[in-house]
């Protein structure tokens, strides 16, 4: 039992990560019908600049939450700035373009950044210096983390914050306005390209701070590592049902939990992608638009 | 108000003289390869290299089916090849055991087509509901499905691959192939099957409401797509006699997405061109290490946003166009001008 | 016996209800209309008979055979074809070729025989030509053959739409709104062309239209849709007079 509930920790902790980079996707692909399958890859940059912003503030004397929270807001923003470029540069010209374009367009950018990061850094993978207090808690049984415990709070409240942003603000109305109708929207006056920009950041901001606190949790990064998880979380935004952001980050947690609990089912954890992929094959036949999807018609 | 078919001796004149000339054609290119294998006045690195190319021809082809003339969102095509491959290498190394014999790698090569025609079943039947994005993830989940499924077979060689092919794949034979590949998808464009394909690409519900099997057109395309896909695996395996999951993964389906649009959808010549030139360009690169792998994603990324329809744009090489099919092009212009009031 | 018997037809979107209860029994050389208030279902009625959608209770028989469930393209090949409210050619193909792809479910060989050009293959394709070529010619098109078929002025297009839902050889012809957008001597014109095509190929021709002067002209008889159900039905004088139809139509006059 103490087991089963050390499990969900786990997924929990790693769900909120998957649905932190999960909303990257969906707020994308519902602005713009685009999958930017380069996001998971961004992740991966953000964990590098992560790695390097620590590398700069350490040994400076200053106190570790400093450390942490600089590192945070650094790596958030400069994300965000270069998701914004990738946008203007790769994505912008092809906002008419049939969607093979834009699709295998953010195909050819992910794989770029691969490439890049590998050639110019190296593959040999680095280590991310703990910045946050390692404490471990008994509670009944359970050993709880305080690594844990801040992943999964942090992620939370972006996620509410996330949440009242889109659906309070005058920025995230015209967020969900574009998504519904992108002709008619600027003719009201909403500055399309700006919003669209805007997406783009919130979006990789939040897949940054997921990036940080991942490599808290497992602090080895390498320039393939968004590979694998810009997959899962892309698999998360779409059971969750893709354009969605309450999906996104349902999809996130159970995602999180498949990982986790994947190995004690089948005989080898090698099996969890194969298990994540069907998992994603079936919905896509099933119900392509997620659990919290909903479904357009096309009229003829 | 009939029309006599004044065309038809015409027609059938000149299919006679193409299918002459064609087929001398083909037996020259293959007498060439063969000679030009066994002489020794091309090393076997430039060997190499051509067939490479050749080996690229038949996946850009078969890819160009699916995405090109059918308008399809595929970006999982390594998967059929993957299962090609492995399938090939199967039947020679552990059903044949490595025996010498003229039949053996026919044998495997068409199990290996047959089997990765079997498998695009999985693809095909999805993208009866579903097209654009979602279909593009489905291709993308069979690419890594059957990367991790090869991963997890212990008794294939798992992550460290398979190994033990004798080297089956000679110039001849891929030239031979390319050369069947070409005729097989120039024969099915120009029929009532690759008319039906692009009604699909253009609207695919008008397309079932005016009498086209949509369902059944979609599982052929992708069944044709995947044989040859499945043909070069072999192929491929047989040259390099190692393969491991990893060559299959997205890096190599984004380099046939690549192959694809560089030369251009929906036009045959387009795929020679467009393999032919990133084949080599590639080769040409080698000089500058790791940084090779980054001009592939550029290009196509330049090549989305600058030129989609690549090289040849949407029009294809006079040559492979059946005569009965070549626009008149002085009607055309009349026409057009006689409408424009 | 009725070519095309309907009964029951209904059908819902979400909570919406686009058709209800709708009825109509097809007689061979029949040319009936159908019309009503811009969305009243019958563009709806025309995807139910076609499989666009398949109705959520009624049945549908054509021929004695129950069409209800059937995918589009059969329904098509045993004999029901169609034009669009908004031209839906294949815009970057030849207008020959727009018309050959009408003819698919008719082609005599397989894929085999395709792909390795058997004799049957040849002969078929020339056979499929000839057909285009009339077809064509028969609705003054033949000039434009090689031409894309975006290049076509308006009218022209749907010429070229019912020239293709010709090329599956139909005995039911669903037209839909094919006086959109042209000027009374087009409207003539076309009046003349689908009386003509109704003897010519010997088809049943059910009209959906917003001119009043087609539908009058032509049709035999007439039902009336208003938020999906059918509130008159009778000869074109009955409709003319209906007080229920003119009130649905809030003033609008039948010229």
């Not at chain 1, 050639?119 to 210096?129: D, E, N, Q, S, V």
């Not at chain 2, 069979?142 to 190994?163: C, H, Q, T, Y």
């Not at chain 2, 072999?234 to 990893?246: D, G, K, S, T």
């Not at chain 3, 030849?94 to 050009?117: E, M, P, W």
Request: proline share 4%.
């Amino acid at each position: 039992m103490a087991v089963i509930l050390q499990q969900i920790l786990n997924g929990l902790q790693l769900g909120s990560v998957y649905a932190l980079i999960a909303l990257g996707y969906t707020m994308v692909y519902g602005i713009l019908r685009l999958i930017n399958f380069a996001h998971g890859d961004i992740f991966m940059i953000a964990c590098y600049i992560g790695f390097f912003a620590t590398g700069i503030l350490m040994g400076r004397h200053l106190p570790i939450w400093l450390v942490f929270t600089a590192t945070m807001l650094a790596t958030m923003t400069l994300t965000a700035l270069l998701a914004m470029t990738i946008e203007r540069a790769a994505y912008k010209p092809l906002r008419n373009a049939p969607r093979v374009s834009a699709v295998i367009t953010a195909l050819g950018v992910g794989l770029f950044l691969e490439h890049f990061t590998l050639a110019t850094l190296g593959p040999a993978p680095r280590a991310i210096p703990p910045l946050l207090p390692a404490a471990n808690y008994s509670v009944g049984g359970l050993t709880i983390s305080s690594v844990q415990v801040v992943i999964i709070v942090i992620s939370v409240l972006l996620m509410l914050l996330l949440d009242t942003v889109v659906r309070k603000t005058m920025t995230g109305m015209a967020m969900r306005a574009i998504s519904y109708d992108k002709t008619v929207v600027p003719l009201m006056g909403v500055p399309v390209d700006r919003i669209i920009s805007l997406t783009f950041a919130i979006g990789s901001a939040v897949a940054a701070a997921g990036g940080i606190l991942y490599s808290q949790a497992y602090p080895i990064i390498n320039p393939y590592m968004g590979v694998r998880i810009g997959w899962w979380a892309f698999i998360a935004a779409v059971v969750g049902g893709i354009g969605n952001i309450r999906g996104a980050m349902l999809g996130g947690y159970i995602l999180g939990f498949v990982e986790v609990f994947t190995p004690t089912i089948l005989p080898s954890s090698t099996y969890r992608d194969f298990v994540a992929f069907t998992i994603l094959l079936v919905m896509l036949i099933v119900r392509p638009t997620g659990l919290l999807g909903r479904i357009t018609a096309q009229k003829v | 108000m009939m029309i006599e078919s004044r065309r038809a001796p015409l027609l059938v004149l000149g299919t006679i003289l193409r299918t002459r000339q064609t087929v001398l054609l083909v037996i020259v290119g293959l007498a060439l390869s063969f000679f030009l294998e066994r002489s020794g006045f091309v090393s076997s690195y430039i060997l190499q290299i051509l067939m490479y190319v050749g080996i690229n021809i038949i996946l850009t082809l078969s890819l160009n089916l699916v995405n090109g003339y059918m308008g399809e969102f595929s970006v999982g095509h390594a998967g059929f090849m993957a299962v090609g491959a492995y399938t090939a290498s199967i039947i020679t190394v552990w059903l044949f055991r490595n025996q010498a014999g003229a039949l053996v790698f026919p044998i495997a090569t068409l199990g290996a087509g047959i089997a990765a025609a079997a498998t695009s079943i999985i693809v095909a039947i999805p993208s009866f509901r579903t097209r654009g994005d979602y279909l593009a993830i489905v291709t993308l989940a069979f690419n890594m499905i059957v990367k991790s499924l090869l991963e997890n077979i212990d008794a294939l060689g798992g992550p460290r691959g398979f190994l033990g092919m004798n080297r089956l794949t000679s110039l001849a034979s891929v030239y031979a192939w390319c050369a069947i590949t070409i005729y097989i998808v120039r024969n099915f464009v120009y029929s009532n099957f690759g008319r039906a394909v692009l009604s699909i690409r253009e609207d695919e519900v008008a397309s079932n409401l005016v009498s086209v099997n949509t369902r059944q057109t979609k599982v052929l395309v992708f069944v044709v797509a995947a044989f040859f896909a499945g043909v070069a695996g072999a192929l491929f395996a047989h040259l390099v006699q190692f393969i491991n999951p990893r060559t299959f993964s997205i890096q190599k389906s984004t380099d046939i997405l690549v192959m694809v649009y560089l030369g251009g959808i929906g036009s045959i010549f387009g795929s020679i061109l467009g393999a032919t030139v990133y084949t080599v360009l590639l080769e040409l690169l080698r000089p500058l290490g790791v940084w090779r792998w980054v001009l592939g994603p550029v290009m196509l990324v330049i090549l989305m946003i600058g030129r989609p329809t690549g090289i040849m744009g949407l029009k294809e090489f006079a040559g492979f166009v059946p005569i009965e099919e070549r626009a008149r092009k002085k009607k055309e212009g009349t026409a057009v001008a006689a409408a424009s009031h | 016996m009725p070519l095309l018997h309907i009964e029951g037809l209904t059908h819902y979107f979400g909570g919406l209800k686009a058709v209800s209860d709708f009825n109509l029994s097809l007689e061979e050389g029949e040319v009936v209309g159908l019309i009503g208030p811009n969305g009243a279902g019958k563009t709806t009625v025309f995807n139910l008979i076609t499989g666009v959608y398949r109705p959520n209770r009624g049945r549908i028989r054509f021929g004695g055979k129950d069409l209800v469930g059937m995918a589009s393209c059969d329904i098509v090949s045993m004999g029901i074809a169609r034009t669009f409210q908004t031209i839906r050619l294949f815009k970057e193909l030849s207008v020959l070729d727009n018309v050959r792809i009408g003819h698919f479910s008719q082609a005599r060989y397989n894929v085999v025989h395709a792909l390795f050009r058997a004799r049957s293959f040849y002969r078929e394709e020339e056979r499929i030509r000839d057909k285009a070529y009339e077809l064509l010619e028969t609705f003054n098109l033949a000039r434009y053959a090689d031409s894309p078929a975006k290049a076509l002025p308006y009218g022209e297009q749907r010429r070229l739409e019912i020239a293709r839902a010709l090329a599956s050889n139909p005995e039911v012809l669903l037209l839909d709104e094919p006086a959109a957008g042209m000027n009374p001597h087009e409207i003539d014109r076309l009046l003349e062309t689908i009386a003509w095509l109704k003897d010519r190929f010997s088809l049943t021709i059910l009209l959906i239209e917003h001119q009043m002067r087609v539908v009058m002209g032509i049709c035999e008889r007439i039902l009336v849709l208003d938020f999906g159900e059918t509130i008159a039905e009778g000869t074109p004088g009955e409709i003319q007079t209906n007080p229920r139809v003119l009130e649905a139509y809030l003033g609008k006059e039948a010229s």
